[in-house]
């Protein structure tokens, strides 16, 4: 595709239910990033994959938080018994190669936990 | 720790103003250092990336300098326009943080028409 794709765009989750996000990154791009970002706040860095190796997941908040590449391409953030402290906008983003290249971001998914 | 900061918070000026924004970084062993423009409900854009080795970048009317040795980097924008407000956001990838992104809090920029 043109650029990176996530959805839902929006999610409504009550407290206690398991959310699914999906990154679609470009096509091609090796490298692929999660973020967390919290109103008012830059993006805090949750995961990075390089195809389909996760290669640091030290960001991830809590072992409720698991993110797969499994084929190297789409990816999915998945959150278990969500948090009211886990609302924010989930930003995918990917990069050609190395890590080090630009990072092209997709639209957020903005979850909201009641 | 790295730890990324900007300069000003807000930014509100008349269209045609040209315009600097400040990052500076406490770590200068970096790998490089990128900026980039956030839009409400339209996620990141990456603007410039500069390389460590390199002092500026252009694109447009922006220019965006790196000075590696006192952790600073600026964000020039020529005759602004309406059309640039948005919120500002410098991040550095530096050895000490590999494969992340450290980013300032960004600088909210309302170009007036």
């Known amino acids: 595709g043109a650029g990176v794709s996530q959805s839902p765009r929006y999610k409504v989750a009550k407290r206690g239910q398991d959310v699914a996000l999906r990154c679609d990154p470009i096509?091609?791009?090796?490298?692929l990033f999660w973020y967390q970002q919290a109103l008012g706040q830059g993006p805090e860095f949750l995961t990075y994959?390089?195809?389909?190796?996760?290669?640091?997941k030290s960001g991830l908040p809590s072992d409720r938080f698991f993110a797969e590449r499994p084929e190297g391409s789409v990816s999915t953030l998945k959150i278990q018994r969500t948090q009211q402290e886990d609302s924010a906008v989930y930003l995918c983003?990917?990069?050609?190669?190395?890590?080090?290249?630009?990072?092209?971001f997709g639209p957020g998914t903005r979850l909201t936990v009641l | 720790k790295q730890e990324v900061t900007q300069i000003p918070a807000a930014l509100s000026v008349p269209e045609g103003e040209n315009l600097v924004l400040n990052c500076s970084f406490t770590?200068?062993?970096?790998?490089?250092l990128q900026w980039f423009r956030q839009d409400p409900g339209k996620g990141l854009t990456s603007l410039l990336l500069?390389?460590?080795s390199q002092r500026e970048q252009t694109s447009g009317r922006l220019n965006a300098s790196l000075d590696k040795s006192s952790g600073r980097s600026t964000l020039y924008i020529a005759a602004s326009q309406p059309g640039d407000s948005a919120t500002y956001l410098c991040?550095?990838?530096?050895?000490?943080?590999?494969?992340?992104?450290?980013w300032g809090l960004g600088t909210s920029l309302a170009v007036n028409p």
């Open positions: 983003a990917s990069s050609f190669a190395h890590y080090t290249d630009t990072q092209y």
């Open positions: 096509s091609g791009h090796v490298s």
């Open positions: 994959f390089q195809n389909e190796a996760q290669l640091d």
């Open positions: 770590d200068s062993a970096i790998y490089n």
């Open positions: 500069i390389q460590s």
């Open positions: 991040a550095v990838i530096d050895a000490g943080n590999n494969r992340k992104l450290i």
